[in-house]
């Protein structure tokens, strides 16, 4: 049996390493979406986190923009990475 944490457990928080296999990220890409404005990370000494449920609420904005706000604009930085 595995000690990793599967990323549909109890955890309420995901690393960067989860969030870009969900999201089927490179490292580059990844790390860009943390560090972007308007994502919600947090930091924790050198590690990287978002919650669960912010993350899920972020994805849903994000599949549904339009390009007139921030949040579309970091999106769209993101992908061009």
Same mark, same amino acid.
């Given at each position: 049996?595995?000690?990793?944490?599967?990323?549909?457990?109890?955890? +309420?928080?995901?690393?960067?390493? +989860?969030?870009? $296999?969900? &999201?089927?990220?490179g490292? /580059?890409?990844?790390?860009? &979406?943390?560090?972007? $404005?308007? *994502?919600?990370?947090?930091?924790?000494?050198r590690? &990287? *986190?978002?919650?669960?449920?912010?993350?899920?609420?972020w994805?849903?904005? /994000?599949?549904?923009?339009?390009?007139?706000?921030? &949040?579309?604009?970091?999106?769209?930085?993101?992908? /061009?990475?």
């Open positions: 049996m595995s000690n990793k944490k599967s990323i549909t457990g109890n955890c +309420q928080t995901m690393t960067v390493r +989860q969030v870009k $296999e969900y &999201l089927g990220l490292n /580059a890409a990844a790390y860009a &979406l943390f560090k972007s $404005e308007g *994502f919600p990370s947090i930091k924790i000494g590690q &990287l *986190f978002v919650r669960r449920q912010s993350f899920m609420d994805l849903i904005k /994000a599949e549904n923009c339009n390009g007139g706000d921030d &949040l579309c604009q970091d999106v769209q930085t993101v992908r /061009a990475v």
